[in-house]
């Protein structure tokens, strides 16, 4: 069983920064793509940016500038730094390896996420 564990949300100001990290095994991080997703409450889960093994990494339109996404192939996470953060950027963020071939589509479920609130 695959297990993801997101960390370092929180509660901050309109403007600020949070870094998010995401632990897995190490044969599921070097073997695939990873991505960051967030649900808002209401919402669908969508995907905030995925990082290839290779290391090519590909942005929303709406985190594009603001957010960077990495890999630390020493620790096996990826992380996720978000600037400039926006109340809209509230919601529950989680991690998960990408299907090969897909944009989007997830390999395993889902861990607990880790909460972003973002007050304005």
């Known amino acids: 069983q695959v297990q993801f564990v997101e960390s370092g949300g929180g509660l901050v100001q309109t403007g600020g920064s949070l870094r998010l990290s995401c632990a897995t095994s190490g044969s599921t991080f070097r073997s695939n793509a990873m991505g960051w997703y967030r649900q808002a409450p209401g919402q669908q889960r969508e995907l905030v940016a995925r990082i290839t093994v290779g290391g090519i990494r590909v942005y929303a339109g709406s985190v594009k500038g603001r957010f960077t996404i990495s890999r630390d192939n020493a620790k096996n996470t990826v992380n996720l730094q978000m600037n400039s953060l926006q109340p809209e950027d509230t919601a529950v963020y989680y991690c998960?390896?990408?299907?090969?071939?897909?944009?989007?589509?997830?390999?395993?479920?889902w861990g607990q996420g880790t909460q972003v609130t973002v007050s304005s």
């Open positions: 998960n390896a990408i299907l090969p071939g897909t944009y989007v589509t997830v390999l395993y479920s």
